[in-house]
T-cell receptor, first 110, second 119 residues
Framework: GEDVEQSLFLSVREGDSSVINCTYT??????LYWYKQEPGAGLQLLTY?????DMKQDQRLTVLLNKKDKHLSLRIADTQTGDSAIYFC??????????FGKGTRLHILP | GAVVSQHPSWVICKSGTSVKIECRSL??????MFWYRQFPKQSLMLMAT?????????EQGVEKDKFLINHASLTLSTLTVTSAHPEDSSFYIC???FGLGGPTEETQYFGPGTRLLVL
């Protein structure tokens, strides 16, 4: 069935790069998304990648997609304390169904 | 794990009618729930934050008189699309915040979504 997996926790030192990984099972994905959840707040769209792309860069964010391995990653360069949040990976299938991962909690170390 | 349900999963209605969508946290209490809308081929957009016992907080551009939210209990939030029009046709997803360690420990659990088609 359809599933999106993420590791639950990641700790990174301030100033280092954070890499959050996600794997998905359904190869019919059209778009893949990264959302950010700050404490007590709803999801906010961070970035997305179309399924026929390999990479997308947006300021400090780089998304890499390996479609063969069904692996998606989000790299945050120069991680700041404001990046501390939960990051959700999501895929949208051809029928518009959206599948979420359980979220990766990013903790910033001083 | 925490489970969130939505009802109905599918609804078709005539233009001008109102539709109520329920979001329930089945095995935990949620003081905060969120309502999202997904347009075809697009990502989720946050519509509003629903807080138990108080008024919902709406995102900019979302009409609060059009999308009525009621969070009357710790396990139920409802979204009513009033006087629905075809442009309201969309996929509506709710989520509930759950965590035992305070706001920094909470994560969201998503409902399966409700697909609304307004004719």
């Amino acid at each position: 069935g359809e599933d999106v997996e993420q590791s639950l926790f990641l700790s990174v030192r301030e100033g280092d790069s954070s890499v959050i990984n996600c794997t998905y099972t359904d190869s019919s994905s059209t778009y893949l998304y990264w959302y950010k959840q700050e404490p007590g707040a709803g999801l906010q769209l961070l970035t997305y990648i179309f399924s026929n792309m390999d990479m997308k860069q947006d300021q400090r964010l780089t998304v890499l997609l390996n479609k063969k391995d069904k692996h998606l990653s989000l790299r945050i360069a120069d991680t700041q304390t404001g990046d501390s949040a939960i990051y959700f990976c999501a895929e949208i299938l051809k029928d518009d169904k959206i599948i979420f991962g359980k979220g990766t909690r990013l903790h910033i170390l001083p | 794990g925490a489970v969130v349900s939505q009802h109905p999963s599918w609804v078709i209605c005539k233009s001008g009618t109102s539709v109520k969508i329920e979001c329930r946290s089945l095995d935990f209490q949620a003081t905060t729930m969120f309502w999202y809308r997904q347009f075809p081929k697009q990502s989720l957009m946050l519509m509003a934050t629903s807080n138990e016992g108080s008024k919902a907080t709406y995102e900019q551009g979302v009409e609060k008189d059009k999308f009525l939210i009621n969070h009357a209990s710790l396990t139920l939030s409802t979204l009513t699309v009033t006087s629905a029009h075809p442009e309201d046709s969309s996929f509506y997803i709710c989520s509930a915040l759950f965590g035992l360690g305070g706001p920094t420990e909470e994560t969201q659990y998503f409902g399966p979504g409700t697909r609304l088609l307004v004719l």
